[in-house]
């Protein structure tokens, strides 16, 4: 995929990124980084990430790699079809 300038600048603008329970200390000791509470209510093992974080190509990367690095160590989930119960 080739890089999108007008993309990286939407997720710049607003970033959040599910780090998983055990980097979610670490993630909020980084700058620009806080806890994340869509609902009102903090959600462990995610972080918003405040736009001027992310300026450079070379930190948003860093927080997408680590969000697709806790994405892919999750388990598969098993297919189902809908209407199935």
């Given at each position: 995929?080739?890089?999108?300038?007008?993309?990286?600048?939407?997720?710049?603008?607003?970033?959040?990124?599910?780090?998983?329970?055990?980097?979610?200390?670490?993630?909020?000791?980084?700058?620009?980084?806080?806890?994340?509470?869509?609902?009102?209510?903090?959600?462990?093992?995610?972080?918003?990430?405040?736009?001027?974080?992310?300026?450079?190509?070379?930190a948003?990367?860093?927080?997408?790699?680590?969000?697709?690095?806790?994405?892919?160590?999750?388990?598969?989930?098993?297919?189902?079809?809908?209407?199935?119960?």
């Amino acid at each position: 995929m080739a890089y999108d300038e007008s993309l990286a600048e939407r997720v710049r603008d607003h970033l959040i990124v599910r780090v998983g329970p055990d980097a979610y200390d670490k993630a909020l000791a980084k700058p620009g980084a806080r806890p994340f509470d869509f609902t009102g209510r903090t959600m462990t093992g995610w972080v918003y990430v405040e736009g001027e974080a992310v300026r450079t190509t070379r930190a948003l990367h860093r927080w997408i790699d680590q969000g697709a690095a806790f994405a892919q160590s999750l388990p598969r989930k098993s297919a189902t079809k809908r209407g199935r119960r």
